[in-house]
T-cell receptor
Framework: GDSVTQMEGPVTLSEEAFLTINCTYT??????LFWYVQYPGEGLQLLLKATKADDKGSNKGFEATYRKETTSFHLEKGSVQVSDSAVYFC?????????????FGQGTRLTINP | DVKVTQSSRYLVKRTGEKVFLECVQD?????MFWYRQDPGLGLRLIYF???????EKGDIPEGYSVSREKKERFSLILESASTNQTSMYLC??????????FGQGTRLTVV
Protein backbone atom coordinates (compact mmCIF):
# COMPACT_ATOMS: atom_id res chain seq x y z
CA GLY A 1 0.00 0.00 0.00
CA ASP A 2 0.89 3.65 -0.11
CA SER A 3 3.38 4.80 2.49
CA VAL A 4 5.56 7.72 3.56
CA THR A 5 8.96 7.52 5.24
CA GLN A 6 10.53 10.51 6.97
CA MET A 7 13.95 10.96 8.42
CA GLU A 8 13.99 10.15 12.09
CA GLY A 9 14.24 12.91 14.58
CA PRO A 10 14.56 14.72 16.73
CA VAL A 11 16.52 17.36 14.87
CA THR A 12 18.19 20.17 16.79
CA LEU A 13 19.73 23.14 15.01
CA SER A 14 20.99 26.60 15.81
CA GLU A 15 19.18 29.66 14.54
CA GLU A 16 20.03 30.58 10.92
CA ALA A 17 21.19 27.04 10.12
CA PHE A 18 20.13 25.24 6.92
CA LEU A 19 17.39 22.66 7.35
CA THR A 20 16.62 19.52 5.38
CA ILE A 21 14.02 16.96 6.44
CA ASN A 22 13.94 13.97 4.12
CA CYS A 23 10.72 12.39 2.91
CA THR A 24 10.30 9.51 0.48
CA TYR A 25 7.08 7.86 -0.58
CA THR A 26 5.60 4.76 -2.17
CA UNK A 27 2.39 5.29 -4.09
CA UNK A 28 0.34 4.25 -7.07
CA UNK A 29 0.44 6.93 -9.72
CA UNK A 30 1.46 10.48 -8.94
CA UNK A 31 -0.50 11.80 -5.99
CA UNK A 32 -0.27 15.26 -4.54
CA LEU A 33 2.29 15.58 -1.76
CA PHE A 34 2.02 17.63 1.41
CA TRP A 35 4.03 18.91 4.34
CA TYR A 36 2.13 19.63 7.53
CA VAL A 37 3.42 21.41 10.61
CA GLN A 38 2.27 21.03 14.20
CA TYR A 39 3.24 23.77 16.62
CA PRO A 40 3.27 22.95 20.35
CA GLY A 41 -0.19 22.30 21.73
CA GLU A 42 -1.94 22.63 18.39
CA GLY A 43 -3.37 20.50 15.59
CA LEU A 44 -1.71 20.05 12.22
CA GLN A 45 -1.83 22.73 9.57
CA LEU A 46 -0.80 22.65 5.96
CA LEU A 47 2.66 24.10 5.37
CA LEU A 48 3.02 23.51 1.63
CA LYS A 49 1.99 21.18 -1.15
CA ALA A 50 2.86 20.09 -4.69
CA THR A 51 0.32 18.57 -7.04
CA LYS A 52 2.50 17.13 -9.82
CA ALA A 53 6.02 16.04 -10.63
CA ASP A 54 8.68 18.79 -10.62
CA ASP A 55 6.33 21.19 -8.83
CA LYS A 56 7.87 23.16 -6.00
CA GLY A 57 5.74 24.03 -3.02
CA SER A 58 6.78 26.94 -0.84
CA ASN A 59 5.57 28.82 2.20
CA LYS A 60 7.13 30.75 5.11
CA GLY A 61 10.61 30.27 3.62
CA PHE A 62 10.19 26.50 3.39
CA GLU A 63 10.41 24.69 0.06
CA ALA A 64 9.92 21.15 -1.21
CA THR A 65 10.20 19.79 -4.76
CA TYR A 66 8.20 16.82 -6.02
CA ARG A 67 10.78 14.42 -7.49
CA LYS A 68 9.17 11.41 -9.14
CA GLU A 69 12.55 9.95 -10.19
CA THR A 70 13.61 9.56 -6.59
CA THR A 71 10.06 9.43 -5.13
CA SER A 72 11.04 12.17 -2.73
CA PHE A 73 9.65 15.41 -1.33
CA HIS A 74 12.36 16.77 0.96
CA LEU A 75 11.60 19.85 3.05
CA GLU A 76 14.23 22.62 3.10
CA LYS A 77 14.72 26.03 4.62
CA GLY A 78 17.77 28.19 4.17
CA SER A 79 17.80 29.91 7.56
CA VAL A 80 15.68 28.55 10.39
CA GLN A 81 14.27 30.57 13.27
CA VAL A 82 13.35 29.66 16.83
CA SER A 83 9.69 30.00 15.81
CA ASP A 84 10.14 27.08 13.37
CA SER A 85 10.39 24.68 16.29
CA ALA A 86 7.58 22.20 15.67
CA VAL A 87 6.81 18.70 14.45
CA TYR A 88 6.76 18.27 10.66
CA PHE A 89 4.80 15.59 8.80
CA CYS A 90 5.06 14.53 5.18
CA UNK A 91 1.82 13.12 3.72
CA UNK A 92 0.08 11.90 0.61
CA UNK A 93 -3.56 11.05 -0.24
CA UNK A 94 -4.40 7.39 -0.68
CA UNK A 95 -7.60 5.78 -1.92
CA UNK A 96 -8.77 3.17 0.56
CA UNK A 97 -12.06 1.29 0.24
CA UNK A 98 -13.41 3.94 -2.09
CA UNK A 99 -12.63 6.81 0.27
CA UNK A 100 -9.63 9.06 0.29
CA UNK A 101 -7.49 9.36 3.37
CA UNK A 102 -4.12 10.92 4.08
CA UNK A 103 -1.13 8.72 4.83
CA PHE A 104 1.42 10.39 7.11
CA GLY A 105 5.05 9.87 7.86
CA GLN A 106 6.01 9.39 11.49
CA GLY A 107 6.82 13.07 12.00
CA THR A 108 10.10 14.85 12.66
CA ARG A 109 10.46 17.01 15.75
CA LEU A 110 12.55 20.10 15.06
CA THR A 111 14.03 22.24 17.80
CA ILE A 112 15.81 25.50 16.98
CA ASN A 113 18.10 26.98 19.63
CA PRO A 114 18.82 30.71 19.74
CA ASP B 1 -11.56 29.03 5.82
CA VAL B 2 -12.58 25.58 6.90
CA LYS B 3 -13.02 25.25 10.61
CA VAL B 4 -12.78 21.96 12.46
CA THR B 5 -13.62 22.16 16.14
CA GLN B 6 -12.99 19.51 18.76
CA SER B 7 -15.06 19.81 21.88
CA SER B 8 -12.25 19.59 24.43
CA ARG B 9 -8.55 20.45 24.49
CA TYR B 10 -7.81 18.37 27.57
CA LEU B 11 -9.68 15.50 29.19
CA VAL B 12 -8.93 13.31 32.17
CA LYS B 13 -11.01 10.15 32.53
CA ARG B 14 -10.94 7.08 34.72
CA THR B 15 -10.29 3.56 33.53
CA GLY B 16 -13.52 1.89 32.43
CA GLU B 17 -15.39 5.11 31.70
CA LYS B 18 -17.17 5.62 28.41
CA VAL B 19 -15.62 8.63 26.68
CA PHE B 20 -17.00 10.75 23.87
CA LEU B 21 -14.80 12.97 21.73
CA GLU B 22 -16.75 15.32 19.50
CA CYS B 23 -15.70 16.94 16.25
CA VAL B 24 -17.63 19.44 14.15
CA GLN B 25 -16.71 20.85 10.72
CA ASP B 26 -18.37 23.81 9.05
CA UNK B 27 -17.67 23.15 5.36
CA UNK B 28 -20.12 20.42 4.45
CA UNK B 29 -17.30 17.97 3.67
CA UNK B 30 -18.16 14.33 3.29
CA UNK B 31 -14.91 12.78 4.51
CA MET B 32 -14.01 12.94 8.19
CA PHE B 33 -11.28 11.15 10.09
CA TRP B 34 -10.09 10.37 13.59
CA TYR B 35 -6.37 9.90 14.21
CA ARG B 36 -4.39 9.32 17.34
CA GLN B 37 -0.90 10.72 17.71
CA ASP B 38 1.77 9.16 19.86
CA PRO B 39 5.47 10.02 20.11
CA GLY B 40 7.54 8.06 17.60
CA LEU B 41 4.46 6.58 15.94
CA GLY B 42 3.16 9.57 14.02
CA LEU B 43 -0.53 9.72 13.17
CA ARG B 44 -2.48 6.49 13.09
CA LEU B 45 -5.95 6.30 11.59
CA ILE B 46 -8.63 4.98 13.94
CA TYR B 47 -11.83 5.39 11.92
CA PHE B 48 -13.08 7.41 9.02
CA UNK B 49 -16.43 8.25 7.49
CA UNK B 50 -17.28 9.30 3.94
CA UNK B 51 -20.96 10.01 4.49
CA UNK B 52 -23.63 10.28 7.14
CA UNK B 53 -24.13 6.98 8.97
CA UNK B 54 -21.19 5.49 7.06
CA UNK B 55 -18.03 4.44 8.86
CA GLU B 56 -14.93 2.47 8.03
CA LYS B 57 -12.24 1.04 10.25
CA GLY B 58 -8.80 2.51 9.96
CA ASP B 59 -5.56 0.95 11.06
CA ILE B 60 -6.19 0.77 14.82
CA PRO B 61 -9.97 0.57 15.49
CA GLU B 62 -9.84 -1.78 18.48
CA GLY B 63 -11.38 -0.27 21.59
CA TYR B 64 -13.05 2.54 19.65
CA SER B 65 -16.30 3.18 17.82
CA VAL B 66 -17.67 6.19 15.97
CA SER B 67 -20.94 7.91 15.22
CA ARG B 68 -21.88 10.10 12.25
CA GLU B 69 -25.51 11.08 12.60
CA LYS B 70 -25.09 14.43 10.86
CA LYS B 71 -22.72 15.43 8.12
CA GLU B 72 -20.96 18.07 10.20
CA ARG B 73 -20.38 15.97 13.31
CA PHE B 74 -18.14 12.94 13.76
CA SER B 75 -17.83 11.47 17.24
CA LEU B 76 -15.20 9.09 18.55
CA ILE B 77 -16.27 6.80 21.38
CA LEU B 78 -14.04 4.91 23.76
CA GLU B 79 -16.37 2.21 25.03
CA SER B 80 -14.34 1.45 28.14
CA ALA B 81 -11.31 3.70 28.49
CA SER B 82 -7.98 2.12 29.29
CA THR B 83 -4.63 3.64 30.18
CA ASN B 84 -3.15 2.64 26.82
CA GLN B 85 -5.64 4.99 25.19
CA THR B 86 -3.94 7.98 26.77
CA SER B 87 -2.98 9.97 23.69
CA MET B 88 -3.56 13.02 21.54
CA TYR B 89 -6.64 12.61 19.34
CA LEU B 90 -6.97 14.59 16.13
CA CYS B 91 -10.05 15.01 13.98
CA UNK B 92 -9.72 16.00 10.32
CA UNK B 93 -11.76 16.57 7.22
CA UNK B 94 -10.30 16.08 3.75
CA UNK B 95 -11.34 17.07 0.27
CA UNK B 96 -10.42 14.55 -2.46
CA UNK B 97 -6.74 14.86 -3.41
CA UNK B 98 -6.42 18.11 -1.53
CA UNK B 99 -5.34 19.14 1.89
CA UNK B 100 -6.70 18.04 5.23
CA UNK B 101 -8.05 20.42 7.83
CA PHE B 102 -7.44 19.47 11.42
CA GLY B 103 -9.00 20.32 14.73
CA GLN B 104 -6.77 21.55 17.52
CA GLY B 105 -6.57 18.13 19.11
CA THR B 106 -7.81 16.59 22.36
CA ARG B 107 -5.21 15.40 24.81
CA LEU B 108 -6.83 12.53 26.70
CA THR B 109 -5.37 11.11 29.88
CA VAL B 110 -6.87 7.91 31.28
CA VAL B 111 -6.00 7.29 34.93
Amino acid sequence: GDSVTQMEGPVTLSEEAFLTINCTYTATGYPSLFWYVQYPGEGLQLLLKATKADDKGSNKGFEATYRKETTSFHLEKGSVQVSDSAVYFCALPSLIQGAQKLVFGQGTRLTINP
Amino acid sequence: DVKVTQSSRYLVKRTGEKVFLECVQDMDHENMFWYRQDPGLGLRLIYFSYDVKMKEKGDIPEGYSVSREKKERFSLILESASTNQTSMYLCATVLPNTEAFFGQGTRLTVV
